[in-house]
Structures are given as C-alpha cells and as structure tokens.
C-alpha cells in the first residue's frame, strides 16, 4: 500500500512539474515574442525609398501575389511604375495599414492590383510585419493559463512562427545588416519576376481520395480590415482591380467552394464602383493542368504558387486586361471578367 502511494504521489508530483514547466516556458516564450517585435525606422526608410519616384499602381497581396504578379511587366508592357508589396503572412491587416503609409509618401496610386486568394478570410497577418507600423490599437493578447492541459501544445503554430522569425532575423542581420536591410528588401521585391520551375512540392496525381477545402467565409479573421480598405480606396477615387491567380488544377479541384468565394466578390459591386474582378484561375482562361506553370500546390494542397514560367503567361494576360485602366476607359462593365461562360463552372 505504501508503494502505490509512493507511486501516486510521484505520478502527481510529476504532473504538477510538467504543469509548472509548461506554463513557465510558454510565458517566457511570450515574453520574449513581446520584445522581439520593437517598431523599427520603417516608416523613415519607406520614405527614403520612394521619394523621388512617381509610382501609379500599387501591388498588394500574399506569397501568391509574391509569385504571380511583377512591376517589370507591368512597366515593360503598360509604360506604369508600380510599387509591389506583397509576401507570406501580410494579410487584410497588413494591407489597409501599408496603404495608409504608403499614401503619405508615396501618393494616392491610379490604380491598386489585388491579389485576392480562396482563403483570404483566413489569414492572420504575421506580428513581425504589423511591427512596423504605429499602431494605437494594438494591445498585448490576455492568455487564460488554465485554458488548456498544455499550453506550449495548444499555441505550437504560434511558436513555431515566432521560432521561424527569430531565425530569419538572425539571418537578415548577418546577410544585410541593420543599416540597409530594408531598403534591399525594397529594391528586391521590385525586380523580382518569380523563381523558375522546381521538381518539387507539386502533387500532379491524383489519388483515390483527397481532402478538399471550405472557403473561410467573411469576415473571418482579419475581413474588417479588407473592407476597410475598400473604403479606404473608394474615397480616394482609386481603381481597384481584384485578382485570383491562377491555381494547378489540384488546387483548383481541392478549393471546390470557388463559386461562393467569387459570389461575395461580387456582393461587393453594390457599394464599391471602383472594384473590379479579373479570375483568371478557370481551365478555360488559363492552362492550369500544365505543371510547367507552379511551383507547388495540386491535390490536397489548397495553396498553389506560378513559376517563373507560368508567371510570364500569365502576366501577359493580366496586362492586356489592365490597358484599359490606363486608358481613361472607366466605362468598363464590372462583370466583364467575372463570369465565365454558360456551363463553365466558376
């Protein structure tokens, strides 16, 4: 009897010490993510950058966007200089507040291209990006520590990415150093036209079964601020002009919601006369089966990004159709690029 007691007591003593230890490392985590995210000369550098230069479009978007949409053709076949901002965790959030910095220095553009992607209402922005910006409403998140077994278990994608970000701080700072790391980033991002075909990280076949997707509805996670944005361009009298990139077919077939997301799209003509739809990822709009085009995505995979390959066909489309915005024609029909033909799924 004593030694089923002795075993108990030491069962619940460690119980109680992995308790203790997950809730004291996740609170140092936390603290430690909370002092690792200081606002830096952003504000200062973005100015430096763009003040001799006299930019007409804006870029915004995901990796997606990162991918698929590049200032070179847009200079190269329309004669615009546009400015891209665009990458991995720079959701809605992201985006409205970038624009308002970006309209400070650099001007209200003639037009915004947005890249608008299936789960759009289900990003969060990345905090290393929104440390950028002075924000008065950002308030540091209350952490009920008796909300789950294991705290480190429950937050894990959380970490995970604060873990990720601290690596690749270290690296920027041994690659670029502190001076001139962001200016580069500029410059990059500018001249960037996609990264040519991989052997990897598409699934072409497929198999019996494969999970499919929902589409995250709005307002999801950060949808306020999108429609903030609109507002924020409607007032301001700029063109915007929606985008979905194409997609492999894969990605296409697993995101089989398609039609409910390009359905809210177009709820948003009601009150937004400057919006306009361009959805280029149909089969009969673009060659989504060849895999020539994406780096990744396919069956199963509901994220899909253009090579540098694809990227080139399909920015050829894109500046065809945005001609018509440089042109003065504003009489352009919203639903002209929208709906595919009768019997075309959307």
């Not at 990458?87 to 809605?92: L, S, V």
């Not at 789950?148 to 150093?177: C, T, W, Y």
């Not at 075909?197 to 589409?215: A, D, F, I, M, P």
Request: charged share 25%; no cysteine; proline share 5%.
């Amino acid at each position: 009897m004593k030694r089923v007691g002795k075993y108990v007591a030491l069962f619940f003593s460690l119980v109680l010490f992995l308790f203790l230890f997950d809730r004291g490392l996740f609170y140092l985590i936390s603290r430690m993510e909370a002092g690792f995210y200081p606002k830096k000369e952003y504000e200062k550098r973005f100015e430096a950058f763009v003040n001799d230069k006299s930019y007409t479009t804006l870029i915004l978007g995901t990796s997606r966007a990162y991918e698929g949409i590049h200032p070179y053709y847009i200079k190269r076949g329309l004669n615009q200089l546009a400015f891209k901002e665009t990458f991995q965790g720079k959701g809605p959030k992201y985006n409205y507040y970038f624009y308002m910095l970006y309209k400070k220095y650099a001007g209200v553009p003639k037009v915004v291209i947005y890249g608008v992607d299936y789960f759009i209402f289900n990003l969060t922005t990345d905090p290393k990006w929104l440390a950028r910006f002075d924000i008065e409403e950002k308030k540091e998140e209350t952490v009920d520590y008796f909300s789950s077994p294991l705290l480190l278990v429950k937050h894990k994608k959380k970490i995970d990415n604060f873990m990720n970000n601290v690596v690749i701080r270290l690296q920027e700072v041994i690659e670029a150093g502190e001076t001139d790391e962001t200016l580069k980033e500029f410059y990059d991002i500018q001249k960037y036209i996609g990264e040519p075909k991989r052997n990897k990280g598409l699934v072409v076949k497929r198999s019996g079964r494969y999970l499919r997707q929902l589409y995250p509805r709005f307002p999801g996670k950060e949808g306020d601020f999108f429609i903030k944005l609109l507002d924020e361009l409607k007032r301001d009298g700029v063109t915007v002009v929606l985008v979905g990139l194409p997609d492999h077919i894969g990605t296409y077939k697993t995101n089989f919601q398609r039609s409910d997301f390009l359905q809210y799209l177009k709820t948003l003509w009601r009150d937004y006369k400057n919006v306009y739809i361009y959805n280029y990822n149909r089969p009969n709009q673009f060659p989504l089966s060849n895999s020539l085009y994406f780096n990744d995505g396919g069956y199963g995979q509901t994220n899909s990004h253009l090579s540098l390959e694809g990227a080139k066909v399909f920015n050829e489309m894109l500046i065809e159709d945005l001609k018509k915005h440089y042109e003065g024609d504003y009489n352009i029909p919203q639903e002209t690029w929208a709906d595919p033909p009768a019997g075309e799924p959307l």
